[in-house]
């Protein structure tokens, strides 16, 4: 999907680049905040074709996890040890807690999904490793 038409079909927005996160994606992605109460955190996150964000644990004692709703576009979600799922608009993800796992955009499409921060004890995020090049060509 070309960004044209995705635009036209990403009702959240893109939102801002994203700085704060820029060290844990290859490529660009952008955060558009939706919501925030004092334990849970909701945005849009909009990745450009090809960017995915490294592999990750949202790590916590109780509760935790996220939930990611596709919005927009076309993706990749991935667990460790499992095969990747693509993401299209209406598919939503639930991440239990201290799961490893990457998500991110197609090759060749703009990608967009709600993040869900799920509350929890002593939650925190661990970032890992980078999805490389070599491992999200075979998708």
């Not at 919501?35 to 995915?52: G, H, I, Q, S």
């Not at 499409?109 to 709600?114: E, K, Q, V």
Request: glycine share 8%; hydrophobic share 35%; aromatic share 12%.
């Amino acid at each position: 999907m070309n960004k044209e038409e995705f635009d036209k079909v990403n009702v959240f927005g893109q939102g801002e680049p994203n700085v704060n996160f820029a060290r844990y994606f290859i490529g660009n992605s952008y955060l558009n905040p939706l919501a925030k109460t004092d334990n849970m955190f909701l945005a849009n996150v909009t990745f450009e074709p090809a960017c995915r964000n490294n592999w990750h644990i949202h790590k916590a004692t109780k509760g935790g996890g996220q939930i990611l709703i596709c919005t927009a576009g076309e993706g990749w979600y991935q667990e460790e040890g499992k095969d990747a799922v693509e993401l299209k608009p209406g598919v939503v993800i639930t991440i239990p807690a201290n799961v490893k796992h990457w998500h991110g955009a197609k090759k060749d499409s703009w990608f967009s999904h709600i993040a869900i921060e799920v509350p929890g004890e002593n939650t925190t995020t661990e970032w890992c490793e980078q999805v490389i090049d070599e491992e999200y060509n075979k998708l």
